[in-house]
């Protein structure tokens, strides 16, 4: 007779694929060990070394805050390395001496910190990351399986002029393995812009998910040059009870500028017989609604091996998974990645899809 | 289940196939129907001897693994292009449905011992005229409504059928209202009783769904072909099963109405595509009576896609059982459940008019 409830409570937790991310995406960028804690605001950054004398932060976003704990005396020194940072960053705090240490490529950055006392409040951000105008970001999704080329499509981004980072939509590997995951890491060292991503469905290869560790939430929003940036964890083919809550509050933070949503599965896919998007075409109209009523200027999704250009209830969207996994036959785009020019006052001015392999 | 449909004791009809070996041959044949059976499909009738019947499920799994294969893999090897994810898609649907259906087929075929009874040889027709009330429930992680009245009324007109139906959340923040018009093109019809269960009809349907609680509403418009085969076609071991499926296109547009903020409508399109396996009740239940297990590929539902974790999230629809139960000639009761993205389930009370 237990039988029964049990398949029912296993029915209903079925509803919820993503609940378990969502949760994880709430640990990302806070961390305690050996008497030291460390708090990002929003959790904008994975720590993913915590120790008395060096600290290592992976950065989600080009600005953050956090505050480091450290039970250390004054004139005490740690070592502290930001990977994947703007390299224009700059690491600021009160009651903190900071030295910049010469990096070895242009988005690491590493620091020496001489403590004067505790709790220590530090920020990280661009010179420019509070002014608005135009700037330009490029998207690459669904490398997958073409793991060992990417670097190729990362050389071709530096050659893009004016580029300040690379969005991602998900599907960064094949299985999500440690494995895979390191190497993405190691292959960025190649980029000369960082890389802000969410995750896509072939990261869940590995249960729990390992992404977190390495690349932090799955959900998550942040201000560049006053246009907002929020990525949502869509990998389930859904988006999970708790995003949608935290997805009003980002709508609303950004509803008076410009505003890029980005996830892996489109909420509907423009070949809809193929269905390349939300489980649920309720769930995606719902969605595809409320971002269209707080005034989202662009989404993107990756997914779709391919290229896609089109609306969403009057937002441009675009669809590019041309990372290198296994195209989209019979439309000749290949792998390739987009560059949008966007402005924090007009929005999208221009997109172009750069092919690689022409 | 099937083993309780075979209550009353064989009746001597003129025309009745030999009779079906004994309750201790069909339960070790209905064991080999699922093991080895869920392999190899047909291996109950084998175990009964009759194995002209097991070879046709077997090859029918085979055809339906290779259906799968070769969907899935022009699949792969297109990278689901939508120059041609139509056809490959429809391929593997009714590929899983083949190999499923087949599995189904074997036990029941092994199970059901009622085989030679009066109802096996009964001509039927649809009743003229069948209203359904009853109550939904709707379990959704992304909706808050979750208590539904569900009516549907069917009206035969010679070979047509006007069915309309509404969905209606109790707080009255969601309603999903439907009207489908059919053609029969093949098969039994009010007035025209046939003693199979085969029918092919064309489904023209309009529906537009409220979600007044979310500022939005779809309305789609789709267009279907739908059949069933007796499967007695098969082999006599599975009179009074049955394998339907239908296959179709939607096209939707969704209006928004938020207030006071001007909203784009939003268009977009839909494979539909059901795979059935289904059983004619009988022994106390009236004519009419069938259960039915289902796949619908339909994602705009309340029930929608199935959620599934890693490669096929999103693509799949959802699983359900549909049962319906008269009483005599005129009322009946039906439940029905439903797994994708949400939960549904729910029971009716029919009443039908027009002997069928």
């Known amino acids: 007779m237990r039988t029964i409830p049990g398949l029912a409570l296993l029915l209903v937790s079925c509803l919820r694929p993503a609940e378990d991310r969502s949760e994880r995406d709430l640990e ?92 220590l409040r530090l920020s990280f951000m661009p010179a420019n990351a509070a002014r608005g105008g135009s700037f330009r970001f490029a998207l690459l999704s669904d490398v997958q399986e073409a793991l060992d080329r990417v670097g190729d499509i990362f050389e071709r981004i530096n050659a893009e002029p004016d580029v300040s980072f690379l969005f991602g939509a998900g599907d960064l590997t094949e299985q999500g393995t440690h494995e895979q995951l390191q190497q993405y890491q190691d292959e960025l060292l190649a980029l000369n812009v960082p890389y802000y991503t969410t995750l896509g469905n072939h990261e869940l290869g590995q249960s729990p998910s390992l992404y977190h560790d390495y690349f932090g939430r799955g959900s998550f929003s942040f201000v560049y040059r006053q246009v907002r940036f929020t990525l949502l964890d869509s990998a389930s083919a859904t988006l999970d009870r708790a995003v949608w809550d ?26 809809g017989v193929r269905n390349g998007s ?16 707080a005034g989202v200027d662009l989404t993107v999704y990756g997914h779709v091996h391919s290229y896609y250009a089109f609306e969403n209830a009057g937002i441009p969207a675009f669809i590019s998974g041309g990372g290198g996994a296994v195209p989209e036959r019979f439309d000749d785009v290949g792998r390739h990645f987009v560059v949008f020019d966007i402005d924090s006052q007009d929005g999208l001015l221009a997109s172009k899809v750069v092919q690689v392999d022409d | 289940m099937l083993l309780s449909l075979s209550a009353q004791a064989p009746a001597a009809e003129p025309d009745a196939e030999p009779s079906r070996p004994g309750s201790g041959r069909r339960v070790l044949a209905t064991g080999a129907a699922l093991v080895p059976g869920v392999i190899v499909h047909g291996s109950g009738h084998y175990v009964l001897g009759e194995t002209e019947t097991g070879n046709k499920l077997l090859l029918a799994e085979g055809i339906g693994a290779g259906m799968v294969l070769g969907g899935g893999l022009g699949l792969f090897l297109t990278g689901a292009s939508r120059h041609t994810v139509l056809p490959l898609a429809s391929l593997t649907i009714f ?31 649809p009743a003229r005229f069948e209203s359904e009330l009853g109550y939904r429930y709707v379990n959704s992680a992304v909706f808050a409504y979750s208590d539904f009245v569900f009516q549907r009324f069917e009206l035969w007109l010679g070979r ?36 199979l269960l ?4 064309a489904e023209l349907g309009l529906t537009h769904h409220r979600y007044a609680a979310d500022f939005f509403e779809r309305t789609t418009l789709e267009g279907s072909l739908r059949g069933r085969w007796d499967l007695r076609h098969v082999g006599p071991s599975l009179r009074g099963a049955f394998v339907e499926g239908s296959l179709g296109y939607a096209r939707n547009v ?42 619908d590929h339909r994602h705009d539902d309340f029930a ?48 039908r008019e027009g002997s069928p």
């Open chain 1, 246 to 271: 935290w997805l009003d509050g980002w709508l609303e933070q950004g509803r008076n500028g410009v505003h890029v949503v980005s996830m892996h599965i489109a909420p509907i896919d423009p070949s």
């Open chain 2, 198 to 201: 085969d029918f092919v009809e």
């Open chain 2, 160 to 195: 047509t059928r006007i069915e309309p139906s509404l969905w209606s959340s109790f707080e009255g923040d969601n309603a999903r209202y439907r009207l489908l018009l059919s053609g029969r093109l093949l098969g039994a019809y009010p007035g025209f009783r046939h003693k």
């Open chain 1, 28 to 119: 990302v960028g806070h961390a305690s060990r050996h008497g030291v804690s460390l708090d990002v605001d929003d959790g904008l950054a994975v720590v993913r070394e915590l120790g008395r004398e060096r600290i290592v932060l992976w950065a989600s976003a080009p600005a953050w805050t956090f505050t480091l704990d450290h039970p250390g005396a004054a004139g005490d020194g740690v070592a502290l390395e930001i990977h994947n940072a703007m390299p224009d960053g700059v690491l600021g705090g009160e009651g903190v001496t900071i030295e910049e240490l010469p990096g070895i490529v242009s988005t690491r950055k590493s620091y020496r910190l001489t403590l004067t006392g505790s709790p």
């Open chain 2, 95 to 125: 590929g899983a449905g083949v190999f499923t259906s087949a599995f189904l087929a074997d036990i029941y075929g092994s199970a059901a011992s009622d085989l030679d009874e009066p109802w096996s040889h009964e001509w039927s027709a």
């Open chain 2, 254 to 295: 969704t209006s928004f109405d938020f207030p006071g903020v001007n909203v784009e409508s939003d268009y977009d399109d839909l494979l539909l595509a059901t795979m059935a396996f289904g059983i004619r009740l009988r022994g106390p239940a009236a004519i009419g009576s069938e259960v039915m297990f289902f796949y």
């Open chain 2, 304 to 351: 929608a896609g199935m959620l599934m974790e890693g490669l096929g999230g999103g693509v799949g629809g959802h699983l359900g059982m549909r049962g319906r139960w008269f009483f005599d000639e005129r009322f009946g009761v039906a439940a029905e459940s439903m797994f994708g993205s949400a939960i549904v389930a729910g029971a009716s009370i029919l009443v």
């Open chain 1, 278 to 293: 939300f489980a649920s075409r309720a769930e995606a109209s719902k969605l595809i609604g409320t971002l269209a009523a």
